[in-house]
Each structure stands twice: as structure tokens, then as C-alpha cells.
């Protein structure tokens, strides 16, 4: 008898353990942290090695995992070349049914914050000659028709 409430009283503690979220504004600053290391080319690595962790820290501050502490995010304000409040831009909240905060997120928000978004504009901008960038603006308007022409014979 005993043996079987410990097993019942087992069970519904497992049943009731709520895996844990990251926090929206950790998961928002670990992706400007992101965007921000992808614009100056920087791997997981290399900004971990500059602040003394490890790539999978670096990895899980940029997911919203660990939460970064005041003195890490200056330095890496400080490595990234960026203000402390970069981090908070496009912050915004909506109190959903439930109580928490939720983001909206524009499309092409995303799709420039994504890490193509953030190589394409990287090396861009790294196109000094103003034909070529007129070129290549084509390039990927052309590109981007025939992928919606594609999409639309389905």
C-alpha cells in the first residue's frame, strides 16, 4: 500500500512538471546579440573565445536559454561595437489570453533578421561599386519572380 502511493504520488509529480520557457525579452536580446554577430562576421567561437566562454554559451545566450547578466551584455556591447540599448530595439509587448508577452513580428522583419537576411546584407554593403549593387538588386528581383511564379503552378 505504501509502495503504490509513493508510485501515485510519483506519477502525478511528473504529470505536473512544466518544461520551462525563455523568457520573450531574453529570447529577443539573444537575437539582436545574433544579428549583430552575423553583421560583423563573427562566429559563435570567435565572440565566445573574446568573452572567455564557450561557443555553446555564446549558442545559448543567443536562444534565450541563459540569460545574459548586465556586466556580460556590456561586454558585449562593448566586443559587438554596439550600445547596451541595441539589444531592446524592436522590443514590443502584447498581453495575450494566457497573461504573458508575445511579439508580433513583421515578415520581412524576419526575413531580414533571419541569417541569410543578415549575410545578403553583409556582403552588400560590401559592394562598393553602384552598377554592380543595381546588378545584383535585379539579380535577386528576377530571382524572386520566378520563385512566386514557381510557387503559384503548384
Same mark, same amino acid.
Given at each position: 500500500?505504501?509502495? %503504490?502511493?509513493?508510485?501515485?504520488?510519483?506519477?502525478?509529480?511528473?504529470?505536473?512538471?512544466?518544461?520551462?520557457?525563455?523568457?520573450?525579452?531574453? =529570447?529577443?536580446?539573444?537575437?539582436? =546579440?545574433?544579428?549583430?554577430?552575423? $553583421?560583423?562576421? $563573427?562566429?559563435?567561437?570567435?565572440?565566445?573565445?573574446?568573452?572567455?566562454?564557450?561557443?555553446?554559451?555564446?549558442?545559448?545566450?543567443?536562444?534565450?536559454?541563459?540569460?545574459?547578466?548586465?556586466?556580460?551584455?556590456?561586454?558585449?556591447?562593448? @566586443?559587438?561595437? =554596439?550600445? @547596451?540599448?541595441?539589444?531592446?530595439?524592436? $522590443?514590443? %509587448?502584447? +498581453?495575450?489570453? +494566457?497573461?504573458? +508577452?508575445?511579439?508580433?513580428?513583421?515578415?520581412?522583419?524576419?526575413?531580414?533578421?533571419?541569417? %541569410?537576411?543578415?549575410? $545578403?546584407?553583409?556582403?552588400? @554593403?560590401?559592394?562598393?561599386?553602384?552598377?554592380?549593387?543595381?546588378?545584383?538588386? %535585379?539579380? =535577386?528581383?528576377?530571382?524572386?519572380? +520566378?520563385?512566386?511564379?514557381?510557387?503559384?503552378?503548384?
Amino acid at each position: 500500500m505504501r509502495l %503504490e502511493m509513493s508510485n501515485s504520488m510519483s506519477n502525478e509529480s511528473n504529470e505536473k512538471m512544466i518544461t520551462k520557457q525563455p523568457h520573450h525579452v531574453d =529570447v529577443h536580446v539573444g537575437g539582436r =546579440v545574433k544579428q549583430r554577430r552575423l $553583421l560583423r562576421g $563573427l562566429s559563435q567561437e570567435q565572440l565566445g573565445t573574446s568573452l572567455g566562454l564557450t561557443f555553446q554559451q555564446v549558442q545559448k545566450y543567443e536562444k534565450g536559454t541563459n540569460r545574459i547578466s548586465s556586466s556580460r551584455l556590456w561586454e558585449i556591447a562593448t @566586443i559587438l561595437g =554596439v550600445p @547596451i540599448s541595441f539589444f531592446y530595439e524592436g $522590443l514590443k %509587448e502584447k +498581453a495575450n489570453a +494566457a497573461g504573458f +508577452a508575445e511579439q508580433s513580428q513583421d515578415p520581412f522583419v524576419s526575413a531580414a533578421s533571419s541569417t %541569410e537576411g543578415l549575410k $545578403l546584407n553583409r556582403y552588400f @554593403i560590401q559592394i562598393t561599386d553602384a552598377q554592380v549593387r543595381h546588378k545584383v538588386l %535585379e539579380l =535577386v528581383k528576377t530571382l524572386a519572380k +520566378a520563385s512566386q511564379s514557381a510557387t503559384e503552378k503548384k
